[in-house]
């Protein structure tokens, strides 16, 4: 069993930056998968970004390509999404995810379905 709790969040301005952390507790977060949610008002939970259980590879949605970074630190057990030039179109709620799995080779995971463990997430606002 895996706890994540997300921190971070809050409201920046257009072509600012911001840094979320997700902090993991309990067994198995350094052979999880990872990923990043968000979820804009109206709308369905979407993918962001995700990172194997080595941070070796990583993937990201189309739409925040070459502005976030996600890294993790299985000795910390976090894993961070750096976010720059943002937009107001990111504003949503972020949500961290880890897949209960064990050193897997396969992905990236980009659907809610292939994680097992959920943050409560974190606030993400972007003035225009």
């Known amino acids: 069993q895996v706890q994540l709790v997300e921190s971070g969040g809050g409201l920046v301005q257009a072509g600012g930056s911001l840094s979320l952390s997700c902090a993991a507790s309990?067994?198995?977060?350094?052979?999880?998968?990872m990923g990043w949610f968000r979820q804009a008002p109206g709308k369905e939970r979407e993918f962001v970004a995700t990172?194997?259980?080595?941070?070796?590879?990583?993937d990201y949605a189309d739409s925040v390509k070459g502005r976030f970074t996600i890294s993790r630190d299985n000795d910390k057990k976090t894993v961070s999404l750096q976010m720059r030039s943002l937009k107001p179109e990111d504003t949503a709620a972020y949500y961290c995810?880890?897949?209960?799995?064990?050193?897997?080779?396969?992905?990236?995971?980009?659907?809610?379905?292939?994680?097992?463990?959920w943050g409560q997430g974190t606030q993400v606002t972007v003035s225009s």
């Open positions: 990172i194997n259980w080595t941070g070796g590879n990583t």
């Open positions: 309990g067994r198995g977060f350094s052979v999880y998968a």
């Open positions: 995810a880890a897949r209960r799995g064990y050193m897997e080779s396969g992905g990236p995971f980009v659907l809610e379905d292939e994680y097992d463990y």
